[in-house]
């Protein structure tokens, strides 16, 4: 049983790799203005997670912040995603870790989304891609 659930957890994880690495290739994404190098701080930001709560990174200062951000909730490649981040906890657990998803659903649609996948972490949405994020 647990041969069979690292397995799982194995092809979950290169299945979600390999969909990245395809829509790098080919282009898929968006780019952003702020470009960090190893090391930069992360922008401060404030956004609504799946379960009702406010999240602000300065908040956070301090601990470590895993964030997987996925393009959409309820679609296969991010399905993948999710359930290997949650999947991940008992690892992400040995740290002194805050792990989160991110995309820009509404914090409706995540709820509904994380309800529907019964993970444990917080969906968070910036459905207007950063218009509260400050960057500065």
């Given at each position: 049983?647990?041969?069979?659930r690292?397995?799982r ?18 282009g898929?994404?968006?780019s ?7 090391g930069?701080?992360a922008?401060?930001?404030?956004l ?10 300065s ?10 951000w ?6 296969p490649g ?5 359930e ?11 740290f002194?870790v805050?792990y989160f ?6 914090p ?6 994380a ?5 444990d ?16």
């Amino acid at each position: 049983m647990r041969l069979l659930r690292v397995l799982r957890i194995a092809a979950t994880t290169v299945a979600a790799a390999a969909t990245g690495m395809i829509n790098r290739a080919m282009g898929r994404g968006e780019s952003h203005p702020v470009q960090l190098k190893a090391g930069d701080p992360a922008p401060d930001f404030s956004l609504l997670g799946s379960d009702g709560r406010g999240y602000r990174l300065s908040d956070l200062r301090g601990d470590a912040v895993v964030i997987a951000w996925f393009p959409k909730a309820f679609t296969p490649g991010c399905t993948k995603e999710c359930e290997s981040l949650g999947s991940s906890r008992a690892v992400l657990g040995q740290f002194k870790v805050r792990y989160f998803g991110a995309n820009v659903d509404t914090p409706e649609t995540n709820r509904r989304f994380a309800t529907s996948l019964g993970i444990d972490y917080p969906v968070l949405s910036d459905p207007d891609r950063g218009s509260r994020a400050r960057t500065g």
